[in-house]
Every structure is written in structure tokens, then in C-alpha cells.
T-cell receptor, first 115, second 113 residues
């Protein structure tokens, strides 16, 4: 039983295309996150949702749009993909979000390659 | 401007010996620190954490030390085992606001038999 799952695991696409990455957690957590791990290996937060409400929106191009249909899902849609978007994208969730709950549980990652 | 830094990209330790991974931070507003472990093709998994009001936290073979005056924390693993070979990320939580985590760039630990 996977706690935080992401699909697809690998995504290869051409510049200019639009793609989505899906994330689901079955832990009953209220808060979900998207991180990007770039070529320098830094894990940087992009977005966070608490109970379907956006609470963190870092300096991310507006080509990236998160969507949370319910608190168990947080999908990431990317428009007009660019070469620099190539990275590993991790979804995560945590139990309490703003109230505490420091531990975040990560999905296995989606390796996006833009050619 | 990276607020959490792990200056050693890699570390090699003999099985049974102590592994010490280091992390430095610059933001005095961090109030909680965490270590994550990551195997290839998997997401990071939580390992151990420490509040900024403490200077040590221990969990089995893993101990985290926090030196607030030096803005430095370290993870000690003793004894080191082959299964400990992984990338270790240090992370810090900002007090207040959305309480996001800021990660270091990771240290690859290799345990040699």
C-alpha cells in the first residue's frame, strides 16, 4: 500500500507541450506539497496546499499550475514545457500542515525530461 | 542564496565505524530541523528531527546534534551499516507563516564492507 504515489514515474516530452503529473496520498493528511529537484540536487518547494487551499506558492513560473480536487490529491500541470523544466518532481504530504506536523512523506518522484 | 548547506557532497565510511554528516544554516528563524534519507529512484524518507530548543536527539543508531550558536547540525550514525548507504538531506523549517521546509543539497554516504 503506497502512502504517497505519483504518476507517471518517467515523462519524456518535447518543448512546448503541456503535461500533468498526478499525486495521491492515502495517509489522511491535510497538507500536500510539490518539490522540484534540479540538476544541482537541491530540493526546492514549489507549492503547498492545506485542505485544498493554496498556502505556499514560491517563485514559480505561472506555466506551473497545481490543482487539488480533494485533500488526497494534488496534481501539477505544466504548460509550454521548456528545457529548464527537466528535473525530478516530488509530491509530499504532512499530517498537520500549519499546526505543526513537521514530517513530510514523499512520493517516489517523477523524472521529467524535456527535449 | 541557499539557507541550508551540506558542504560535503559525498562521504565514505567503513562498516561498523561512525558516520558523521554535517549541515550548516544561515536563517535564525528556523525552529525545527530534520534529516531525510533517500535511496535511488525513491522519495526521501524521514529519519530523525530536532527542535531548536534542544541540542541533541537520539533514536537508535542515529543521533542529531544542534549547535545553535554555530548554526550547525550533524547526524551521527553508529555503527554504520551497508544499508545506510544513501543520500542524506538536511532540512529546516521556518517558524511562522506556512512553515515550509528548506532542504540542503544532500550528502551521498557510502558504507564500505
Amino acid at each position: 500500500d503506497t502512502a504517497v504515489s505519483q504518476t507517471p514515474k518517467y515523462l519524456v516530452t518535447q518543448m512546448g507541450n503541456d503535461k500533468s503529473i498526478k499525486c495521491e496520498q492515502n495517509l489522511g493528511h491535510d497538507t500536500m506539497y510539490w518539490y522540484k529537484q534540479d540538476s544541482k540536487k537541491f530540493l526546492k518547494i514549489m507549492f503547498s496546499y492545506n485542505n485544498k487551499e493554496l498556502i505556499i506558492n514560491e517563485t514559480v513560473p505561472n506555466r506551473f499550475s497545481p490543482k487539488s480536487p480533494d485533500k488526497a490529491h494534488l496534481n501539477l500541470h505544466i504548460n509550454s514545457l521548456e528545457l529548464g523544466d527537466s528535473a525530478v518532481y516530488f509530491c509530499a504530504s504532512s499530517p498537520q500542515g500549519l499546526a505543526g506536523g513537521y514530517e513530510q512523506y514523499f512520493g517516489p518522484g517523477t523524472r521529467l525530461t524535456v527535449t | 542564496d541557499q539557507q541550508v548547506k551540506q558542504n560535503s557532497p559525498s562521504l565514505s565510511v567503513q562498516e561498523g565505524r561512525i558516520s558523521i554528516l554535517n549541515c550548516d544554516y544561515t536563517n535564525s528563524m528556523f525552529d525545527y530541523f530534520l534529516w531525510y534519507k533517500k535511496y535511488p529512484a525513491e522519495g526521501p524518507t524521514f529519519l530523525i528531527s530536532i527542535s531548536s530548543i534542544k541540542d541533541k536527539n537520539e533514536d537508535g543508531r542515529f543521533t542529531v546534534f544542534l549547535n545553535k550558536s554555530a548554526k550547525h547540525l550533524s547526524l551521527h550514525i553508529v555503527p554504520s551499516q551497508p544499508g545506510d548507504s544513501a543520500v542524506y538531506f538536511c532540512a529546516a523549517r521556518e517558524k511562522g507563516g506556512a512553515q515550509k521546509l528548506v532542504f540542503g543539497q544532500g550528502t551521498r554516504l557510502t558504507i564500505n564492507p
